[in-house]
């Protein structure tokens, strides 16, 4: 069989195999094959000083400085968003909490056996509502932390 690198459906190794016509590669042919010593060192001119770009943390940015500056901020420079979560969070538990209680009252004057039911439900509702609420902060803050790193 000869090596036509035209002819149709021909997979036959080149001659001298695909070192090419010279022979095998430079250092032994197949796997297993450990390189001549010095053929894999460091780069000319030593070693790169310092790690490799785009590792490390990023830059520390300072979040507004309090309340209060970050509601007269009006060039919008820093996110006001991670200030308010804890207190929008405060505030919807304060709410939930006093739903209940006004929501037992109001069923305790009508019968005891259902205000019991009522305070036992409504505990329940509360933990499941204060978790959807820290769920969704909890996105809102992963959202405005994403677009603080790519405002850098």
């Not at 094959?33 to 060192?41: I, L, N, R």
């Not at 990023?58 to 979040?63: I, L």
């Not at 996110?79 to 939930?96: D, Q």
């Not at 409504?122 to 405002?151: P, Q, S, T, Y």
């Amino acid at each position: 069989m000869s090596y036509d690198p035209g002819a149709p459906g021909d997979r036959s190794q080149p001659p001298g195999g695909y070192g090419g016509p010279g022979g095998p590669p430079p250092y032994g042919s197949g796997y297993g094959q450990q390189p001549p010593p010095g053929a894999w060192g460091p780069p000319p001119g030593g070693p790169p000083q310092g790690p490799p770009g785009g590792y490390g943390a990023p830059p520390y940015q300072e979040p507004s400085k309090n309340f209060f500056s970050g509601l007269i901020d009006f060039k919008f420079g820093s996110y006001f968003t991670t200030v308010m979560l804890p207190i929008v969070y405060a505030l919807g538990l304060v709410y939930l909490v006093v739903d209940l209680i006004r929501s037992v009252y109001v069923v305790f004057q009508l019968d005891s056996g259902q205000g019991i039911l009522a305070l036992v439900f409504g505990l329940i509702g509360v933990a499941f509502f204060a978790g959807l609420l820290k769920v969704g902060l909890e996105l809102v803050k992963a959202v405005v932390e994403g677009a603080e790193r790519d405002r850098r």
